[in-house]
């Protein structure tokens, strides 16, 4: 199975930046789909932004839009998630994710992935 560690969490204050990278190791996630989630205390768990195996196809949530960047290094097993103006409500833990199938196009729920990892913790202070 595919191994996926979340890493770069934080606390940091509102307006500032964070990278959160998920590494993959065991069985080869490079043809998979990917993506983040996240959980906030008392929350369910949401859909943040998903990338196609290629990363030529991304999809974001409106509350992240112009914010969050995801990209992924194939070469390296790598996903990354560059979040740029951070507001109090981001806080949550992150989850990354990947889907065994149908990594050409991007997967946006929480049932189209088989893989997750074990959360990084983001907290933005006012």
């Known amino acids: 199975h595919v191994q996926l560690v979340e890493s770069g969490g934080g606390l940091v204050q509102a307006g500032g930046s964070l990278r959160l990278s998920c590494a993959a190791s065991g069985r080869t996630a490079s043809m998979y789909a990917m993506g983040w989630f996240r959980q906030a205390p008392g929350k369910d768990r949401e859909f943040v932004v998903g990338?196609?195996?290629?990363?030529?196809?991304?999809r974001y949530a409106d509350s992240v839009k112009g914010r969050f960047t995801i990209s992924r290094d194939n070469a390296v097993n790598t996903m990354y998630l560059q979040m740029n103006s951070l507001k109090p409500e981001d806080t949550a833990v992150y989850y990354c994710a990947a889907r065994r199938s149908g990594g050409a196009r991007v997967a946006v729920s929480i049932g189209e992935y088989d893989y997750w990892g074990q959360g990084t913790q983001v907290t933005v202070s006012s």
């Open positions: 990338i196609s195996w290629s990363g030529g196809s991304t």
